[in-house]
């Protein structure tokens, strides 16, 4: 093996709990092991990092990495820290969310490279959907004791906690279903460990269960911590919601700022945990961002590493213009070569005005801009004034009052920034 995977994790930050003798049984040869990934949406999200940063290590360690789509267990809902069910999904929409997964995968994991260890795509549905109900509890389920499966966290959690309205039979019978798969992989594909945060040590260790009472064989459980964030707020959640994979619904420039925005604490633990920099480049940064940390090494290092990884070096130099757009020193022609959804993530929340493309054509005179066609001013007098202290600019220029806003200060033929002083912006929407 070229790397020890248990040893790579530890200096990470990535392990949380792993069965005793997990990683000399890594030792010994390549190994096959399988993290689960939840298909009810079309893509996967920044939550989502850890589990796949663990199958990256674990193929670039020389081992065999299966990312299993649960398509039947998606169809259940997982009680492990959730409080409530999952809604059901058709297979259609199922095998669509799977493709989509694996084309995100494929930005970390090598699938198609012919490698003795290239990353294998399972969906549990495609075993699951042919066993029947009777048949799963004479084979499965006898084997299992509802003592056994009571004493796990995850359903104690639900069944204790004050906002419960208790588990259903569906739910209760979710660790059943994955430690099948478990088996399921450990007859079909040789694989003989389990990964996943730390809230699944419950439904894995069911799987290393049944492998040894019905498979004859030993299963082996690694988990990693949970995420969290320095100042208690929940990691991979922005204001809008969650921070996706997939650009459609987080667009680059927006992922890039929300590494850019780490704090110097999560930045040195994150680099670790979400990059595949070595161990002396790491701690060379750290070092460097502690003699200056108003440089922000770490976290640019960080926000470049991660979107590179997710996106790619294009989307990741756009996301870096767009930035120094809104915070640094820009000229009109940056602005101009923004595209508009990058435009509109850049300036979202801004202030905005619509105003006929023909009175723009005509010329806009400024105290129309400022004030009178506008209300970004509350007065004229206040326009006038702004312009005589020389604080009011159009798309990053300086302008006097008798500048004419015309066509061609259009962006994206649609868009004006006008700036008084370096606080206050707005746009004019031109329709």
Known sequence: MSKNFVEELTWRGMLHDVMPGTEEHLNEAMRAAYVGFDPTADSLHIG????????????????????????????????????????????????????CVREQLSQFLDFNSGAENEAVMVNNYDWMKNIGFLEFIRDVGKHITVNYMMAKDSVKNRLTGESSDGMSFTEFTYQLVQGYDFL???RNHSCTLQMG??????????????????????????????????DGSKFGKSEGGNIWLDSKRT???KFYQYWLNTSDEDAERYIK????????????????????????????????????????????????????VLFGKSTADDLKSLDEKTFLDVFEGV??????????????????????????????????????????SVNKEKVKEDYAIGLSDLINDKYVIINKGKKNTYIIRAI
């Open 197 to 230: 945060g730390s809230d699944q040590w419950g439904n894995i260790t069911t799987g290393t269960e049944l492998i040894r009472r019905i498979g004859d064989g030993k299963g082996y459980a690694l988990t990693c911590p949970l995420i969290t964030k320095s």
């Open 48 to 99: 989502n990092l850890v589990p796949i940063m663990l199958l990256a290590h674990y193929q670039q360690c020389g081992h065999k990495p299966f990312a299993l789509v649960g398509g039947a267990t998606g169809m259940i809902g997982d009680p492990s820290g959730k409080s409530s069910e999952r809604n059901l999904l058709d297979e259609p929409t199922l095998r669509h969310n799977q493709e």
């Open 184 to 186: 399921h992989l450990y």
């Open 273 to 324: 945990i979400f990059t595949f920099l070595d161990r002396e480049t790491i701690e060379a940064l750290i070092a460097e961002h502690k003699e200056a940390p108003h440089m922000r090494l770490l976290q640019k290092r960080l926000a470049k590493e991660v979107t590179i990884t997710v996106h790619n070096e294009e989307e990741y130099e756009k996301a870096v213009k767009a930035s120094e």
């Open 251 to 253: 667009s680059p420039y």
């Open 351 to 392: 202030p905005q005005a619509e105003i006929e493309k023909s009175e723009i054509e005509a010329g806009l005179d400024m105290i129309g801009a400022l004030s009178a066609k506008t209300g970004f001013l509350n007065s004229n007098g206040e326009a006038r004034r702004a312009l005589k202290e020389n604080s009011v």
